[in-house]
C-alpha cells in the first residue's frame, strides 16, 4: 500500500468532517428508532403511553425506513466529500503523482456530476408532476423543504422516500 502522507499517522489531524457527518448520521438513527417506539408503543417497555410533542399522532403507515434510507444517504454523500478532500490534500502534498491526481479528479467528477443532476430534478419536480394536480398542489407549499433534503443528502430518492414517510403522523 501507498501512503497517502509522509507523516507518522499519529501525528495527523482527526478528520472532523467524518465525526461530523457520522454524528448527523446516528442522530438521524436514534430519530428513526424513537418514531418506531413512538408509532409502536407495544414495543415501548419503559413506559405505556409514548410521549406526544408537536401536535404530533400515531400512525400505522408510518415507514422508519426512510429516515434510516435518509441517514444512510446523508451518510454516503458526506463520506464521499470527505474523501475527495483527502485525496486533494493528498495532492497537495505529493504533486508529481498522476495517480493520485486521476483519482482526485475521478472522486470530484463522481460527486459533482450526479450532485447536479438530483438538484437540478428536485428544482424542476413540480412541472414534472403536473399531471398530478394534488402533488403539485403539495409540491407547491413543500418543495423548498424537499430541495433542502436533496442538497443535504445529494439524492431525490432518499429525500423523496421521507417526505412521504408519514412519520410521527406529519
Given at each position: 500500500?501507498?501512503?497517502?502522507?509522509?507523516?507518522?499517522?499519529?501525528a495527523q489531524p482527526p478528520s472532523y468532517?467524518?465525526?461530523?457527518?457520522?454524528?448527523?448520521?446516528?442522530?438521524?438513527?436514534?430519530?428513526?428508532?424513537?418514531?418506531?417506539?413512538?408509532?409502536?408503543?407495544?414495543?415501548?417497555?419503559?413506559?405505556?403511553?409514548?410521549?406526544?410533542?408537536?401536535?404530533?399522532?400515531?400512525?400505522?403507515?408510518?415507514?422508519?425506513?426512510?429516515?434510516?434510507?435518509?441517514?444512510?444517504?446523508?451518510?454516503?454523500?458526506?463520506?464521499?466529500?470527505?474523501?475527495?478532500?483527502?485525496?486533494?490534500?493528498?495532492?497537495?502534498?505529493?504533486?508529481?503523482?498522476?495517480?493520485?491526481?486521476?483519482?482526485?479528479?475521478?472522486?470530484?467528477?463522481?460527486?459533482?456530476?450526479?450532485?447536479?443532476?438530483?438538484?437540478?430534478?428536485?428544482?424542476?419536480?413540480q412541472q414534472m408532476v403536473s399531471d398530478?394536480?394534488?402533488?403539485?398542489?403539495w409540491f407547491h407549499y413543500n418543495s423548498?423543504?424537499?430541495?433542502?433534503?436533496?442538497?443535504?443528502?445529494?439524492?431525490?430518492?432518499?429525500?423523496?422516500?421521507?417526505?412521504?414517510?408519514?412519520?410521527?403522523?406529519?
Open positions: 500500500a501507498f501512503p497517502l502522507y509522509e507523516e507518522p499517522l499519529e468532517g467524518f465525526f461530523a457527518a457520522l454524528g448527523v448520521a446516528g442522530l438521524l438513527l436514534l430519530v428513526a428508532v424513537y418514531s418506531f417506539c413512538y408509532n409502536e408503543p407495544k414495543y415501548w417497555p419503559l413506559q405505556r403511553k409514548p410521549f406526544r410533542c408537536c401536535g404530533c399522532k400515531t400512525v400505522d403507515d408510518g415507514k422508519t425506513g426512510a429516515l434510516i434510507t435518509f441517514a444512510l444517504h446523508f451518510y454516503d454523500f458526506a463520506s464521499d466529500i470527505n474523501l475527495a478532500l483527502e485525496i486533494i490534500l493528498a495532492l497537495m502534498l505529493n504533486t508529481d503523482d498522476v495517480m493520485l491526481l486521476i483519482c482526485a479528479i475521478g472522486s470530484v467528477a463522481f460527486i459533482v456530476i450526479p450532485y447536479a443532476i438530483n438538484v437540478y430534478y428536485a428544482s424542476k419536480v398530478n394536480e394534488s402533488a403539485m398542489l423548498k423543504i424537499f430541495t433542502v433534503m436533496v442538497v443535504l443528502s445529494g439524492g431525490c430518492y432518499a429525500s423523496l422516500h421521507l417526505i412521504l414517510s408519514n412519520l410521527f403522523g406529519l
